[in-house]
């Protein structure tokens, strides 16, 4: 088991930013591959950004390419989200995902592992 548990989340006015945090507990978090998600009312859950186990591969959505980044600590068994920039649109709970094997990168939410409960962010215009 991994448990997953995200902060960082709230209100912030656009162009502003935010920086969320999951944490990791249970396994060996350098072993997993590390998503964010993010689901607005009304829509279906959407991969922002992901990155691999090494950090050798990070995938970004178009809709935050060169706005978001995506790290990870694997000595604090922690993942980050760097949100600049942000926007109305931006609006959902992001949620941390991992899991061990992606045979496709970037991996998908049927593919995910573990979940974490979720934080929500709010931009407001």
């Known amino acids: 088991q991994v448990q997953l548990v995200e902060s960082g989340g709230g209100l912030v006015q656009a162009g502003g930013s935010l920086r969320l945090s999951c944490a990791a507990s249970?396994?060996?978090?350098?072993?997993?591959?590390m998503g964010w998600f993010r689901q607005a009312p009304g829509k279906e859950r959407e991969l922002v950004a992901a990155i691999s186990w090494t950090a050798a591969n990070t995938y970004y959505a178009d809709s935050v390419n060169g706005r978001f980044t995506i790290s990870r600590d694997n000595a604090k068994n922690t993942v980050y989200l760097q949100m600049n920039s942000l926007k109305p649109e931006d609006t959902a709970v992001y949620y941390c995902?991992?899991?061990?094997?992606?045979?496709?990168?970037?991996?998908?939410?049927?593919?995910?592992?573990?979940w974490g409960k979720g934080t929500l962010v709010t931009v407001s215009s």
């Open positions: 995902a991992t899991t061990r094997i992606a045979p496709r990168w970037p991996p998908v939410a049927g593919g995910m592992d573990y």
């Open positions: 249970g396994r060996t978090f350098s072993d997993y591959h």
